[in-house]
């Protein structure tokens, strides 16, 4: 249990991570017949936000050659706050958003619109994708007394995912006809961060599987954030109230599902991939990403890992926080 310190910043992050106001869209459209099957689209805009200097964050660097590339510098190459390398080309590079709230239908796309709006403010087309979560029948009560929620639904939250992704191509030529596909990057925070690195892998997919497909996705990379990216640990852990058993279908179907499901188990993927995860977080603890980055290292692949002091689970999503800042400098050294 995280002691009352810890507990109380997390709570503090969490406050100011929601408390912005939601950000409506440039455009939506649906991939499905579903009310949860929509993208919401915005467009690369100029940025005022006072660029990137002055990241006031401590980084550590995990294993990987990648690690904490974005942080102080960087390479370069197109920095997230030059948004008019966009408008120079006629064409911005794409991040697509996929949000976390341990796949539990109370948290939606709308709390990380903030999130993408801050994106966009940085030159990038975005995806912000929905998808079915929670369960229609919950299986635990809440402290209320009230039904609680259970995490995702088995195999609608992947058949959504899988969908979406497939469909986004088209989706977003229509929508945001100034955005570049080929120049694509997934993001994800906590439960969409496990969304980002699964959908990244599924041509490594067990061969049944049926979102498998015949070839890596055309994306220049993945930069998760706080993932719960290691299932195994993750369940030890208890993350998120047991959510990644239930994200399965219970506990008596997490062995058989966890080859279909769990990031750790679908590598190497050949596909760039980062994590960024606050040395702070009682959320998703580090101890999930450096599982993730271990099993990665012994299928040969390497993933960048960067680590943020004194940086929680929420200020990777806060466009008031600094290691935001840090999140758009290493999706930035992906996509430009």
């Known amino acids: 249990m995280p002691d009352d310190d810890a507990a109380a910043r997390d709570a503090a992050e969490e406050a100011s991570a929601f408390s912005h106001p939601p950000i409506a869209p440039d455009a939506t459209a649906a991939y499905g017949d579903h009310p949860d099957q929509v993208i919401d689209f915005y467009a690369p805009r100029t940025s005022d936000s006072g660029g990137d200097a002055g990241i006031g ?35 911005a590079p794409v991040v697509v958003v996929l949000h976390g709230g341990a796949w539990r239908a109370p948290y939606d796309r709308h709390h990380v619109t903030p999130f993408a709006d801050f994106l966009a403010r940085h030159g990038f087309a975005v995806a912000n994708i929905e998808y079915r979560r929670g369960s229609p029948l919950p299986t635990q009560a809440g402290p209320t007394g009230t039904p609680a929620p259970t995490a995702g639904r088995w195999p609608e939250t992947f058949d959504d995912i899988a969908a979406a992704l497939d469909a986004l191509p088209d989706l977003l030529r229509a929508a945001l006809p100034q955005a570049d ?7 994800g925070h906590s439960a969409g961060g496990h969304l980002a690195l699964w959908a990244a892998a599924r041509h490594v997919l067990p061969p049944d599987a049926p979102w498998r497909t015949s070839r890596p996705a055309p994306l220049r990379g993945v930069v998760a954030l706080a993932p719960i990216a290691d299932f195994t640990v993750a369940d030890k852990l208890d993350v998120c109230g047991g959510a990644t058993a239930q994200l399965l ?25 980062t994590l960024v ?60």
């Open 181 to 187: 596909p080929r120049r694509m990057v997934l993001t």
């Open 249 to 273: 279908g219970g506990q008596d179907k997490f062995t058989d599902r966890r080859p279909y499901a769990d990031p750790a188990l679908l590598l190497p993927t050949g596909i760039a991939t």
């Open 57 to 91: 964050i401590g980084i550590g660097i995990g294993r990987g050659a990648g690690a904490g590339a974005g942080a102080g510098g960087g390479t370069g190459a197109g920095a997230p706050s030059e948004p008019g390398s966009a408008a120079s080309t006629g064409a």
């Open 277 to 336: 995860q606050g040395r702070s977080d009682i959320v998703v603890p580090e101890a999930v990403a450096e599982a993730y980055a271990d099993a990665a290292a012994k299928a040969g692949e390497v993933v960048g890992l960067t680590l943020l002091e004194d940086v929680g689970h929420f200020p990777l999503i806060d466009p008031a926080a600094d290691a935001c800042a840090v999140v758009v400098e290493e999706i930035s050294q992906l996509a430009w």
